[in-house]
């Protein structure tokens, strides 16, 4: 499986706006990395976003989000990230890069 190229320009565009980002390809994915630590990941049609448990996965479950079975994160469908200025995805990713900056 290959990750949305169209996605992952979205989210390139708009996490770069918020921190220094590298980016890393991992098991046909694509990662954002900051500090070192993965913000946000794009797949075939979603974004991964690494939650860890508790209050945020609450928060992100009751955003829309699915919870994932194999990781301790969530996955956001392309169709809940859509909008016309993308302030949805600026949003999960402002929370994404906050969580990877301060581990």
Same mark, same amino acid.
């Given at each position: 499986?290959?990750?949305?190229? @169209? =996605?992952? $320009? ?19 994915s ?6 070192g #630590? ?5 797949? $075939? /049609? ?8 508790? @209050? ?9 989000? #699915?919870?994932?079975? =194999?990781?301790?994160? %969530?996955? %956001?469908?392309?169709? /809940? =990230?859509?909008?016309?200025?993308d @302030?949805?995805?600026?949003?999960? =990713?402002? $929370? ?8």
């Open positions: 499986m290959a990750y949305d190229a @169209e =996605l992952a $320009d979205r989210v390139r565009a708009v996490i770069r706006t918020m921190a220094d980002v590298d980016e890393k390809k991992m098991m046909g694509l990662a954002f990395m900051v500090n #630590h993965m913000a946000a990941g794009v797949t $075939d /049609a979603e974004v991964f976003f690494p939650v860890g448990g508790g @209050e945020a996965l609450d928060v992100a479950l009751q955003r829309g989000a #699915h919870r994932l079975q =194999l990781r301790s994160g %969530v996955d %956001v469908p392309f169709a /809940a =990230l859509t909008d016309p200025d @302030e949805t995805l600026a949003d999960w =990713l402002a $929370d994404a890069v906050e969580r990877a900056a301060s581990r």
